[in-house]
């Protein structure tokens, strides 16, 4: 029994389907398929079954599956032992977002490489939230307040918002003073946004109907600098249009609740030695103090 076929067969199992399991082990969907088929021969029993949403695993499959896994990530652990050390191989698919991915999380990633050249970084930049499992991702960066998930989340670091306005929008229709004024005035934002923001100890929560939608920030803050409408962004986006004096900050009194930036990976007990050093330089490079905390559930 080749060790090779374990890994093929969990990856599989994890994804629900060859074509996720190809495109994560980075081989092609028939041989995988192959590879199961040799496994199942081996053991002699039915470990998939197809169905209508893709393959599930069989009650022996599922028994399998546990020792299986457990054994392909003791082997990970001996491999990255041996190493030398501090050397990265294979390969490793990260999703990132499309707002600031490629000016602020792709220099990270390009120096990651470097450090390590005998690693392969297939990177992904969307705002789109991606199936991690479904399409073969080892980990994702992502921004804002995580949603519900059966993820494994890591903090990297703090990121802060604000309510921005070009000077001409602020000269033609004013700038609200109380989160309430802010449905009385022209919006850019994402579709069925919600803004929040702090007054004292609480937190008020709006959904204003935008004039402007698009489904990144990098448009949004394109729409903010026309003088469209008022926009609710990260501060890495609009920093250097406050330089510039392009866009200002408005309703400063009302400040927005801190997001953060997290690394998250699929559910499993350790992260693979790549997402962790990953997930480290990207502290070195965005974190705080706070982020001695441990990786929990999103």
């Not at 609740?257 to 050093?277: L, N, Q």
């Amino acid at each position: 029994m080749e060790i090779e076929d374990l890994r093929i067969f969990v990856e599989v199992a994890d994804s629900g389907g060859v074509s996720s399991a190809a495109l994560r082990l980075g081989i092609s969907k028939s041989m995988v398929s192959r590879r199961i088929t040799q496994l199942e021969a081996e053991l002699g029993t039915q470990l998939l079954a197809r169905t209508t949403r893709g393959l599930a695993l069989t009650e022996a499959g599922s028994t399998f599956k546990e020792y299986a896994a457990r054994i392909s990530a003791e082997l990970d652990v001996a491999r990255e032992t041996i190493l030398p050390a501090g050397e990265l191989r294979g390969r490793m698919r990260v999703a990132a977002p499309l707002s600031f991915g490629p000016t602020h999380f792709a220099p990270v990633l390009s120096q990651m490489a470097a450090r390590h050249p005998q690693l392969q970084i297939n990177s992904s930049y969307t705002d789109r939230f991606v199936d991690l499992v479904g399409e073969g991702f080892d980990c994702a960066i992502r921004v804002g307040y995580l949603q519900d998930s059966n993820l494994v989340a890591r903090r990297i670091g703090p990121l802060f918002g604000k309510l921005v306005a070009s000077p001409a929008y602020i000269e033609a229709h004013g700038a609200p003073e109380r989160p309430d004024e802010i449905l009385n005035h022209q919006i850019v934002s994402r579709e069925a946004e919600t803004w929040q923001f702090m007054d004292g100890d609480k937190i008020v929560t709006l959904r204003p109907p935008g004039r402007f939608v698009a489904d990144n920030g990098v448009s949004l803050v394109a729409a903010a600098l026309a003088g469209i409408g008022i926009a609710y962004l990260p501060e890495p986006l609009v920093t250097d249009h406050f330089s510039s004096g392009a866009l200002v900050p408005i309703m400063t009194r009302y400040p927005i609740p801190p997001a953060a930036i997290f690394v998250v990976r699929p559910p499993g007990r350790y992260p693979t030695r790549k997402v962790s050093v990953l997930t480290e330089m990207l502290i070195e490079c965005f974190g705080s103090p706070r982020n001695g905390e441990a990786e929990r559930s999103a």
